[in-house]
């Protein structure tokens, strides 16, 4: 894409994979740890209605409480993993550019700039929000877990039994012998990941499917956590992980099927699921290649 006349433009290359770094730029849990230009500002809340004519907003606040504002903006057009155009709250447009670049990405943003500020204070502070976004995303994909298997089946099979009521509750016994889920694999739907405590009560994760493409990719965002039927999904005990994304890749090879789980994962359970994945996943191999 050329650069509009009278635009700005400002970039960053980040050391992550492009679907990571759309994760970052499009969810709230996220954008509110990246969304200010200087320490001394925050980002204390923020939501996306991710589609064509819905609205995006984020109040920008002085940590000191001093002052504060919502920015906003209508999306005028969304390119899964490539581009994001927008109208501003003051009509301006401002266009956002994924691309690729080797093992990195590259994120690049076009603005129509006002008319209250010189043209390079403005540049700068764009600059300084996306040099932000870049340190948040390259931070966050430290504790992105990958986990893989071959499974002599071909990618129908894999993906049916992988989902399945009975044989998830298979494999997934390897994280707890009561593993279920309540929804449907289909793309915008909720999603409960649920099982039973030693102290027997229900709890689990609540999740959503970002997005399902069947015997190829299914994207899982987790949005909360379940206490008994209690949905919890703002507040503590979920900002460290909110938005959190857990995603199957399948790949048909001459063998069968090349099996792909990447996750974020907090300090807290890294080790653990590094641990006990690889049995699920070899569990899922032994129920497949049945």
């Given at each position: 894409?050329e650069?509009?006349?009278?635009?700005?433009?400002?970039?960053?290359?980040?050391?992550?994979?492009?679907?990571?770094v759309?994760?970052?730029?499009?969810?709230?849990?996220?954008?509110?740890?990246?969304?200010?230009?200087?320490?001394?500002?925050?980002?204390?809340?923020?939501?996306?209605?991710?589609?064509?004519?819905?609205?995006?907003?984020?109040?920008?606040?002085?940590?000191?409480?001093?002052?504060?504002?919502?920015?906003?903006?209508?999306?005028?057009?969304?390119?899964?993993?490539?581009?994001?155009?927008?109208?501003?709250?003051?009509?301006?447009?401002?266009?956002?550019?994924?691309?690729?670049?080797?093992?990195?990405?590259?994120?690049?943003?076009?603005?129509?700039?006002?008319?209250?500020n010189?043209?390079?204070?403005?540049?700068?502070?764009?600059?300084?929000?996306?040099?932000?976004?870049?340190?948040?995303?390259?931070?966050?994909?430290?504790?992105?877990?990958?986990?893989?298997?071959?499974?002599?089946?071909?990618?129908?099979?894999?993906?049916?039994?992988?989902?399945?009521?009975?044989?998830?509750?298979?494999?997934?016994a390897?994280?707890?012998?009561?593993s279920?889920?309540?929804?449907?694999?289909?793309?915008?739907?909720?999603?409960?990941?649920?099982?039973i405590?030693?102290?027997?009560?229900?709890?689990?994760?609540?999740?959503?499917?970002?997005?399902?493409?069947?015997?190829?990719?299914?994207?899982?965002?987790?949005?909360?956590?379940?206490?008994?039927?209690?949905?919890?999904?703002?507040?503590?005990?979920?900002?460290?992980?909110?938005?959190?994304?857990?995603?199957?890749?399948?790949?048909?090879t001459?063998?069968?099927?090349?099996?792909?789980?990447?996750m974020?994962?907090?300090?807290?359970?890294?080790?653990?699921?590094?641990?006990?994945?690889?049995?699920?996943?070899?569990?899922?191999?032994?129920?497949?290649?049945?």
């Amino acid at each position: 894409m050329e650069r509009a006349q009278n635009n700005l433009m400002v970039e960053v290359l980040i050391n992550a994979p492009i679907e990571k770094v759309w994760d970052c730029w499009t969810s709230p849990a996220h954008i509110t740890q990246w969304n200010y230009a200087a320490d001394d500002w925050h980002c204390p809340q923020a939501a996306n209605d991710l589609r064509v004519g819905g609205k995006q907003t984020a109040t920008m606040a002085a940590r000191d409480g001093s002052f504060s504002f919502d920015f906003w903006v209508v999306h005028d057009e969304i390119m899964l993993h490539q581009r994001i155009a927008s109208t501003m709250g003051d009509g301006r447009r401002m266009r956002v550019v994924f691309s690729t670049d080797g093992n990195a990405t590259r994120l690049t943003e076009f603005f129509q700039p006002e008319k209250e500020n010189p043209l390079d204070l403005q540049q700068q502070g764009w600059q300084a929000i996306l040099d932000n976004f870049k340190k948040h995303v390259e931070a966050d994909w430290k504790n992105k877990l990958q986990f893989t298997v071959q499974i002599n089946a071909p990618v129908e099979k894999v993906y049916q039994l992988m989902l399945a009521d009975k044989t998830y509750r298979e494999w997934t016994a390897i994280f707890n012998p009561t593993s279920s889920f309540e929804g449907k694999w289909e793309t915008g739907a909720k999603m409960l990941f649920v099982g039973i405590a030693e102290n027997g009560q229900k709890g689990g994760m609540v999740s959503r499917i970002r997005e399902a493409k069947e015997n190829e990719y299914v994207c899982i965002e987790h949005v909360g956590i379940l206490e008994g039927d209690v949905e919890i999904i703002e507040g503590p005990k979920v900002q460290d992980w909110a938005g959190a994304l857990e995603i199957y890749r399948f790949h048909q090879t001459e063998a069968g099927t090349y099996l792909v789980i990447e996750m974020d994962a907090t300090a807290e359970f890294k080790s653990y699921f590094e641990t006990t994945y690889p049995k699920a996943l070899q569990k899922l191999k032994e129920i497949c290649e049945l």
